[in-house]
Structure formats: structure tokens, C-alpha cells
């Protein structure tokens, strides 16, 4: 089959490899129809090479037709349609029962003193073999594949496996008051999925930053309010201040995580880590990495007293500096973590359909082939090209 590699920092590449094949009695190959760029594996792109191996298969947004199943599977049968997400997770362990996917106790990587396991990521989460390719072996056969109708276009489903869950617990974490408001802090897929969503639950004011043109006037489309980073600069938590009464939203999404904008130092770091050999580099990244902190303490400047923060961008560092002094004064609940994909199909489900109330239907600015796939990492990199979302088709 055709499949996206990594290869080393910014050097992904399509390639035959394998085809997976059938493991365990409850796993199924799904042949995959649509499958997404995530922000996170730019983080593959650019930072983790040192938890990464040439000829790895990247991807965690899939989609498709259930093409093979084990012995033992009973929920799905060849032909299905299904949508794979990104937790890697059995669906019967004591978190699994308890809506905590992305901490299923039978995948955990406990040698790396980690959660679940995820489809196309790293050493630290299992390694196991993503979904940008034609095919996708995906284990528990009966609880872990969402299964969805035929009949409407794959993108009326494909976010399921990553960006609607995400964004749905960004949302739900960041516990906006009825009529409240909130500020979404990078408008990137998720940042753009959580202020629709936070529109559509019924928060009077949505407030949206980022710094490309493209993403801010997606979000201003959809009734945010949006706040150009080039402009305000470190004015930011200050005229948002200004548009709420002088207190602060009352919730900070904080969508950006450890992208290094305005802090050289932190980028210098993370790219000798990159290039170093993969030991040196790991243990640098394990006992020394640290982020650039500059979104997140946007969000604590930025938050009111007493308000909540949801942190949905991922971070890696091991040193980072958390502002205690403020996050205790101003008494900020504060909560975080991969997103539990199958907690939140139930509440999403009812949305995806012909009334599209989020607008997953047109959500991608780029579909491409398979192929195409080193080019859209360099550019979605770049961001170039008014690229938000792109979509993948093997």
C-alpha cells in the first residue's frame, strides 16, 4: 500500500510499504477514504524526531470502509463505514468505562510513563502505525471503530477522529457560564472548531486571536469576534479586558500550545533536540524540554478572576514555567489532556447532519491526494496558501 513516512525534521514522503495485516481475533484492516492534517503532526514535523523512526506511518484523523475483520468481531461487519479515533483504546478498562479514553489502561505506554496509545504518533504513545495510507489496521474491532451511515460526503464525519471531540472537550472544560464568554486563543482547526461550538452552545461572546489573515476572517464568518496578534501584540490581554467590562472573559480556550512564536530561545532548544542523535535528543526533550509558554500565560493574563482555562494545545516540555503565584491569586480553574474521542460521539452525532449547524461540510480549505501529502505538511507548516484544514484521500 501507499503510505506517509516521516523520515526525519521536515522530510515526510509517501512510500509502498506492507499492508497491515490481521493481528488479534478482534482487530479490522479499514481501507481509508478520507484522512486529516492535524496541527499536532507538525509537532512530528518539526520537534519529536527524537521519538521518531524513519519509515514510521504519520496520522490520526481516518476514515473509511471496513475492508477485513478478525474472528472475533461482531459490531462491524465488511463494508461498514467508519471513522477511527486518534486513542488508541480498548472501550471496556476501568478508565475506558469511566470516559477516559485517552487514558485506557490497556494501552498505556507504561514503559514511557504514559497515557494511551494513538494512531501515527511517537515513541512516547505506542508507535503504532497511523492513517495517512490506504489502509489501517485498527484494534478493538468492537469498541473502538465509530461506525456512521452511508451516504453523505466523508467530511461530514472524518473530524470525528480528531477535531470535533477535541474541540467539543475544549468547550466542555473550559465551562463557560450560560450567556457567558470566552476567548479562543489560536484559530487553527481546533481553535475554529471550539469557538463554532462555544457559539452554538449559547455564549454571548466568542473571542478569537491568531495571526493569519485567513484564520481570522474563517472565524469572523461565523460571528467571532477576532483579535489580530500582529495588532495588539502584548496590548492583547488589555483589549480584551477592554471589551468585557475590564474583567477578562470568563473562559480562555488556549488552542496554540508549544508553538515557539516570540520566544527564539525555546525554538533554538527545540531544534537542537530535533537534530540531535535520537538518545541525546530524547533525553534533552525528557529532562529539559520546555515550551514556549507565551500562549498559555496570554491565557492566565487574559482570563478573569475566578474564570477557567482550557488548555487543548499540546505541549511537551518537561521544565516549563507555570506562573503559580497568578494561576493561585486570581483563583483559575484550570484543565487539560487529549481529548476522550468516544466520551463525546453521542453529544456531536446529532449535529452531523443536512442542517450542518458547525459547517464540518466545508470546514477543509484543501483537499488533496495522497501523494500530495509532503507538500501539504510544508505548506500547512508554512502557512501558506490559506491552508487551515486539509484533507488527505488515499
Known sequence: ??????????????????????????????????????????????????????????????????????????????????????????????????????????????????????????????????????????????????????????????????????????????????????????????????????????????????????RLARARERGVHTLDLNEHGKGLAEEIRRLTDGRGTDSVIEAVGMEAHGAPLTRAAQNMAAVLPDALGERLMARAGVDSMTAFNTAVDAVRRGGTISLIGVYGGAVDPVPMLTLFDKQIQLRMGQANVKHWVDDILPLLNDEDVLGVDHFATHTLPLEDGPQAYKTFQAKEDGMVKTVLTP
Not at 25 to 46: F, M, Q
Not at 113 to 118: E, F, K, R, T, Y
Not at 120 to 131: A, E, H, R, S
Not at 163 to 175: E, N, R, S
Request: aromatic content about 6%.
Open 1 to 214: 500500500m501507499r503510505a506517509l513516512t516521516w523520515h526525519g525534521k521536515r522530510d515526510v514522503r509517501v512510500e509502498t510499504v506492507p499492508d497491515p495485516k490481521i493481528q488479534e481475533p478482534t482487530d479490522i484492516i479499514v481501507r481509508v477514504t478520507s484522512t486529516g492534517i492535524c496541527g499536532s503532526d507538525l509537532h512530528l514535523y518539526e520537534i519529536f524526531g527524537p521519538y521518531l523512526e524513519p519509515g514510521d506511518i504519520l496520522g490520526h484523523e481516518p476514515m473509511g470502509i471496513v475492508e477485513e475483520t478478525g474472528p472475533e468481531v461482531t459490531e462491524v461487519s465488511v463494508g461498514d463505514r467508519v471513522v477511527v479515533p486518534f486513542n488508541v483504546s480498548c472501550g471496556t478498562c476501568w478508565m475506558c468505562e469511566r470516559g477516559l479514553q485517552s487514558q485506557c489502561e490497556t494501552t498505556q505506554v507504561t514503559d514511557r510513563g504514559m497515557g494511551a496509545s494513538l494512531f501515527g504518533f511517537t515513541k512516547l504513545y505506542g508507535q503504532v502505525p497511523g492513517g495517512q495510507a490506504e489502509l489501517l489496521r485498527v484494534p478493538f474491532g468492537n469498541t473502538l471503530p465509530i461506525k456512521v451511515p452511508k451516504g453523505p460526503p466523508d467530511q461530514r464525519f472524518v473530524y470525528l477522529s480528531d477535531v470535533l471531540p477535541t474541540a467539543w472537550q475544549a468547550v466542555h472544560y473550559a465551562a463557560i457560564p450560560p450567556g457567558g464568554s470566552v476567548t479562543v486563543l489560536g484559530l487553527g482547526p481546533i481553535g475554529d472548531m471550539a469557538a463554532r461550538i462555544a457559539l452554538h452552545q449559547g455564549a454571548s461572546k466568542v473571542i478569537g486571536v491568531d495571526l493569519v489573515p485567513e
